[in-house]
């Protein structure tokens, strides 16, 4: 059974710091690109960062390039999103998505972020 848990999300004031965690299991994590997604209220979910096992430079949404890190663990099957400098609108449900060729992807269960004073 595959599970995708994610964990670090909360409350944080204007231009401060969380880091997000997704453990996956279940999946030969090294074989699946690993993303970050969010979804404001109202709002589509959209990519906000992707990340390969092979090298290849990690993608970046325009809207957090410069303020967000993503990174992946393929040994212990962790999937990181660093987000600094945060602002009013990061505020968003975020989702770890893990996926493999054409097949359907696999999605975390969602972690709210909410920046405000």
């Known amino acids: 059974q595959v599970q995708l848990v994610e964990s670090g999300g909360g409350l944080v004031q204007p231009g401060g710091s969380l880091t997000h965690s997704c453990a996956a299991s279940g999946i030969t994590f090294g074989q699946y690109y690993m993303s970050w997604y969010r979804q404001a209220p109202g709002e589509e979910r959209y990519l906000v960062a992707g990340i390969s096992s092979v090298g290849a430079p990690p993608f970046y949404d325009h809207s957090v390039k410069g303020r967000f890190t993503i990174s992946r663990d393929d040994v212990d099957k962790m999937l990181y999103l660093q987000m600094n400098n945060l602002n009013p609108s990061d505020t968003a449900v975020y989702y770890c998505?893990?996926?493999?060729?054409?097949?359907?992807?696999?999605w975390g269960q969602g972690t709210q972020v909410t920046v405000s004073t």
């Open positions: 998505q893990a996926k493999f060729g054409l097949d359907s992807p696999y």
